[in-house]
């Protein structure tokens, strides 16, 4: 009897156990002809994170396409001249943005980030977003990081930037 009543318990506890380590999944979506982007962060899935990701680009843009997957970390997209593009995943910002303006410089000239996010990581009480990953909520790298993106989408993405980011 004892031994039925300790596997109803455990199993009950097993049912209703959060699991040890959730993941948070991110995406980057792009398009290089109107630099239009969408960033999705702290989705339940990957398949979420690129609808988000997907979704939000297509606000500006008909052509958008995933470009990078990430979870539990950042990461960032670079074009150069041409067709050159480079990708990067890290624990930071800095970090994946450093990676993929590499990866792209190594293929050609004048590359650049277009776009870049980061997921929450499980557990650490960490912001998340298109932002850095510090807390608070850094306006003065938000603002810099939303007037670069006015460059490529006008005042529009500049206010996107600003709401997506925490403020600016």
């Not at 960490?126 to 603002?143: C, E, F, H, I, L």
């Amino acid at each position: 009897m004892k031994l039925i009543i300790f596997l109803l318990v455990s199993g009950f506890f097993y049912l209703f156990a959060a699991p040890a380590s959730a993941n948070n999944f991110g995406a980057l979506a792009y398009d290089r002809q109107s630099n239009a982007y969408g960033v999705a962060w702290d989705m339940p899935s990957q398949a979420a994170a690129n609808n988000r990701a997907l979704a939000e680009c297509a606000k500006n843009s008909r052509n958008c396409a995933v470009v990078v997957q990430f979870a539990n970390q950042c990461a960032a997209y670079a074009t150069g001249q041409g067709n050159i593009w480079g990708y990067g995943t890290g624990g930071s910002r800095a970090v994946a943005e450093q990676f993929a303006n590499n990866y792209c410089s190594q293929n050609g000239k004048g590359c650049q980030i277009r776009v870049w996010g980061c997921t929450a990581r499980p557990g650490s009480g960490q912001q998340a977003g298109n932002n850095s990953t510090q807390s608070p909520v850094d306006r003065d790298a938000n603002r810099r990081h939303a007037e670069e993106n006015s460059r490529w989408g006008g005042q529009e993405q500049y206010q996107r930037t600003c709401r997506e980011s925490g403020g600016c």
